[in-house]
Structures are given as structure tokens and as C-alpha cells.
């Protein structure tokens, strides 16, 4: 079994600061990792994955994430938030060497982004 | 690519009523998925398609819940004797075997229960 556990139902950050979200996960297997932001009223779009190789990986929009398997982290961050950054992220894992790739997702974390 | 697809965007219904929404993929994607979200919560997985076979149904999904994707095109979710609980967001999202860890979404079908 595999779960997801974002720290923070909302962050608030000021334009220009440092956006840190922060996802940690379980897994009986290697993971794959996920970052999805979601707007108002719209699906999730994907920022960025890790599936194997590097482990510090870079996504649309300026985010980057680092898998780091002794801590069971996958933290997202941004060096300076937008306004347009405003929006729901979700961390999500899936399992590696399975069949189907279905994606189990954290609660999710609303970011907000002050003038 | 025009994205997959969602219809219809809202449905506001009546407890006990029957309810169907339809997905449309990517045109060559043969992988379809649909999630649940619910307020505050992150989506959940509720059935997985490969082309035309249903392949995993999870426990959410229970015995009013039922969902065809016939031709391995696009897919439906019906809910029969919908109740209050029901009432959530319903997202499709599909994806390539040979980008098999990328899911697209749709823009989901929110299901409001009276």
C-alpha cells in the first residue's frame, strides 16, 4: 500500500519568497513521484515527475523537486513565488513495476501568494 | 490535440436519481483513469481502463457505480440511486503505454446531490 502526506493544508508567501511545499510518502516499492497543480474550477495539470535517474528534478513554471530516499521526501519548491503561483498542489505517488499507474494523491496544499 | 474532455461540466440532481457523465481521452491514448474529489481531499482512484478492458475497480466504486468504455474510445461513469454522498468532483485522465507514468486530466464533472 502506498499514501502521501503533504505538510500544510495552506501556505501563504509573499511575492518574490521562497515557495517550499512539502510531501512525504509510503511505498512498499520504488516510487514514482508527483507534482499536479490545480486551478479554480479546472482539472491537474503536471508540473513534474520522478520516475528514475536524477534525483532532483525540474518542472514547468520555475519548480523543481528533490527525491530523497532516506528521508521518504518529495519537497517542491520555487527560489520566487508569482502571483500566478497561487493554486492547489498535489503530491502524488504511483507504483513502480506495476500495471496500471494509478496515482494516489496527498490531501493536497492552497498556496497563496501576497502582494 | 485538443485535451481530454469532460461532459458535462456540472450536474445538479435530485437523491435517487440516475446519473452519466462522459470522458473523451486524447485521441491515441489507450490508458483511461477516473479519480473522485471530494472537498478538501486530494482526487482518489476509482477504475482503470487499458483500451476497451476494465482492469481494476477500486473499492469506492460500489455496486451503483459503473463505468464502459466501449471501443477503447471514450469512456462513461453512471451512478444509479445517487445519494448526498455521491456529491463530488468526477475526473478523467488519460495517458500513452509509451509515456505510461504521465497522466492527463480533464477538467472533471462536478455532481452536486440535492
Known amino acids: 500500500a502506498q499514501s502521501v502526506t503533504q505538510l500544510g493544508s495552506h501556505v501563504s508567501v509573499s511575492e518574490g519568497a521562497l515557495v517550499l511545499l512539502r510531501c512525504n510518502y509510503s511505498?512498499?516499492?520504488?516510487?514514482?513521484l508527483f507534482w499536479y497543480v490545480q486551478y479554480p474550477n479546472q482539472g491537474l495539470q503536471l508540473l513534474l515527475k520522478?520516475?528514475?535517474?536524477?534525483?532532483l528534478v525540474k518542472g514547468i513554471n520555475g519548480f523543481e523537486a528533490e527525491f530523497k530516499k532516506s528521508e521518504t521526501s518529495f519537497h517542491l519548491t520555487k527560489p520566487s513565488a508569482h502571483m500566478s503561483d497561487a493554486a492547489e498542489y498535489f503530491c502524488a505517488v504511483s507504483e513502480s513495476g506495476g500495471s496500471n499507474y494509478k496515482l494516489t494523491f496527498g490531501k493536497g496544499t492552497l498556496l497563496t501568494v501576497n502582494p | 490535440d485538443t485535451g481530454v474532455s469532460q461532459n458535462p461540466r456540472h450536474k445538479i440532481t435530485k437523491r435517487g436519481q440516475n446519473v452519466t457523465f462522459r470522458c473523451d481521452p486524447i485521441s491515441e491514448h489507450n490508458r483511461l483513469y477516473w479519480y473522485r474529489q471530494t472537498l478538501g481531499q486530494g482526487p482518489e482512484f476509482l477504475t482503470y481502463?487499458?483500451?476497451?478492458?476494465?482492469?481494476?475497480k477500486s473499492r469506492l466504486l460500489s455496486d451503483r457505480f459503473s463505468a464502459e468504455r466501449p471501443k477503447g474510445s471514450f469512456s462513461t461513469l453512471e451512478i444509479q440511486r445517487t445519494e448526498q454522498g455521491d456529491s463530488a468532483m468526477y475526473l478523467c485522465?488519460?495517458?500513452?503505454?509509451?509515456?505510461?507514468?504521465?497522466?492527463?486530466f480533464g477538467p472533471g464533472t462536478r455532481l452536486t446531490v440535492t
Open positions: 520522478y520516475t528514475t535517474g536524477a534525483t
Open positions: 511505498s512498499s516499492v520504488p516510487p514514482y
Open positions: 481502463f487499458q483500451n476497451e478492458a476494465q482492469l481494476e
Open positions: 485522465a488519460s495517458s500513452f503505454s509509451g509515456d505510461r507514468y504521465e497522466q492527463y
